[in-house]
Nanobody, 126 residues
């Protein structure tokens, strides 16, 4: 079983930055591909970034490419999402998720992710 604890959400003005953290349990953390999803009210859940177990492969949604950076520190069993140049449309609940069945391959299919954090609210004001 994998448990996730998210932190770092909050209220920020447009153009500002936030860094989300997701701490995972287990000593096989480096084997798991991980992703950050977000869901805004009335909107579909969206994968915004994903990273392979080693950190050697990443994916970004077009809407965040160039502004967000996903990274991981396997020694700390933690995945980060650095969010820069934030826009009001980035406002959403952000979720960390783990795909225990993949290490390198990155899937955009939400049901493929096995464990989810509780979510952290990110609000960007203008």
């Amino acid at each position: 079983q994998v448990q996730l604890v998210e932190s770092g959400g909050g209220l920020v003005q447009a153009g500002g930055s936030l860094r989300l953290s997701c701490a995972a349990s287990g000593r096989t953390f480096s084997r798991y591909a991980m992703g950050w999803f977000r869901q805004a009210p009335g909107k579909e859940r969206e994968l915004v970034a994903a990273i392979s177990g080693s950190g050697g492969s990443t994916y970004y949604a077009d809407s965040v490419k160039g502004r967000f950076t996903i990274s991981r520190d396997n020694a700390k069993s933690t995945v980060y999402l650095q969010m820069n140049s934030l826009k009001p449309e980035d406002t959403a609940v952000y979720y960390c998720a783990v795909d225990v069945n993949n290490s390198y391959y990155l899937t955009k299919y939400a049901p493929a992710y096995d464990y989810w954090g509780q979510g952290t609210q990110v609000t960007v004001s203008s």
